[in-house]
């Protein structure tokens, strides 16, 4: 079946449908990963958005559902140049179409990505749609594309209700704005035990609970459209509990802070991007995937200072809050899909766990 991705500056690309053959409008990025396409379609951060895949073969491992992020996939949609019919690989439990097809994703393939990818670098990432429909009516398309916003992602994506992992160790409450499973296995695995809540929790049940510490999740859309969110993350911070804040939970906290963000042009999103650790000079390979960053020079200098610095476009990637036992980066320590390079900040919270009880 024919399929067709039409964005808001009028360019379309003809292709073939794969998943589900429904129409859909979205923010329309990329991710240059060439592995990990599962992990990223149930990376709750991509609610909103529908996913363009620069490297060519997408799906040629087929779908382990034990690498899973969350328990379905967010995208509106997935866009590739060519989906595996036959996946190779032992560990395989379905196809990747059929896996869409389960989700009511709906995607295209047999476009031109790199084409594609061209123009998202050069005017930014735009909203467009994928439709099946042939006889579309390009002005009354495009009005319906350039309207589109993604709204309440967050409230879409979080936890409905509280949910613990057991654990002997230090106590981590961890807000939920759209978390990957993998920041909990990770503090799970260093024996924390982790309540994970939802967004909207207030600080007061939180800091009632007497946490060690307390993890601010990934998650997406803007972070300034989360002003409840952003006024219980203030008191959160002011409680003096140690903090580790991840991506949006990154954003979210220097904004409490009087820091601003700006959307970046195309975002950072793939497993391939080079972070700087401002204390050391030592570069390590991050998985990324955000389109908001901390905008530099706007962290009050009094309150944090930046400790890691993209080594390819210099935007903030993490901040060290001065005279207080909280650090965030904008990049994905959990990573999954990705490298593991940065896994020892989540020791690093654990020893600043310690250290604040010993106190």
């Avoid at 382990?64 to 036959?86: F, H, N, Q, T």
């Amino acid at each position: 079946m024919k399929a067709f991705l039409i964005l808001a500056d009028g360019h379309v690309f003809q292709g073939t449908s794969i998943g589900a053959a429904r129409e859909v409008i979205s923010e329309i990025v990329f991710n240059t990963s060439m592995t990990g396409y599962l992990e990223i379609l149930t990376d709750p951060s991509y609610a909103g958005q529908a996913v363009v895949m620069t490297y060519p073969l997408i799906g040629n491992y087929g779908v382990c559902y034990e690498d899973m992020e969350d328990d379905k996939p967010w995208p509106d949609g997935l866009i590739v140049r060519e989906i595996a019919s036959c996946p190779s690989n032992f560990r395989s439990e379905n196809n990747l179409d059929q896996f869409l097809k389960d989700n009511d994703i709906p995607g295209i393939a047999g476009i031109d990505t790199r084409a594609l990818t061209k123009i998202l670098r050069s005017q930014g990432t735009m909203n467009g749609m994928i439709t099946t429909d042939e006889n579309y009516n390009l002005d009354e398309v495009l009005k319906k594309i350039k309207a589109f916003k993604a709204v309440d992602v967050v409230k879409k994506v979080t936890c409905s209700e509280k949910q613990v992992l057991p654990g002997d160790g230090f106590k981590v409450a961890l807000m939920d704005f759209g978390a990957k499973k993998n920041i909990a296995r990770e503090l799970h695995k260093r024996g924390c035990e982790v309540t994970i809540y939802p967004a909207y929790t207030s600080a007061e049940e939180i800091i009632a609970s007497n946490p060690d510490g307390i993890m601010l999740s990934n998650g997406p859309g803007d972070p300034k459209d989360c002003g409840p969110i952003i006024e219980e993350v203030k008191k959160l911070y002011h409680s003096d509990i140690p903090m580790f804040g991840i991506c949006l939970g990154h954003q979210l906290l220097a904004l409490a802070n009087g820091a601003d963000t700006r959307k970046m042009k195309w975002g950072h999103r793939g497993a391939n991007h080079p972070v700087k650790d401002l204390s050391t000079g030592r570069v390590y390979i991050s998985t990324q995937n955000h389109g908001y960053v901390v905008a530099d020079k706007t962290v009050p200098e009094d309150v944090a200072e930046v400790s890691f610095l993209n080594a390819n476009d210099a935007s903030t990637e993490g901040l060290h809050y001065l005279g207080k036992n909280v650090f965030t980066v904008q990049f994905h320590p959990e990573a999954c899909g990705g490298p593991q390079d940065t896994a020892f900040l989540f020791d690093r919270f654990i020893n600043m766990m310690e250290v604040s009880k010993d106190a």
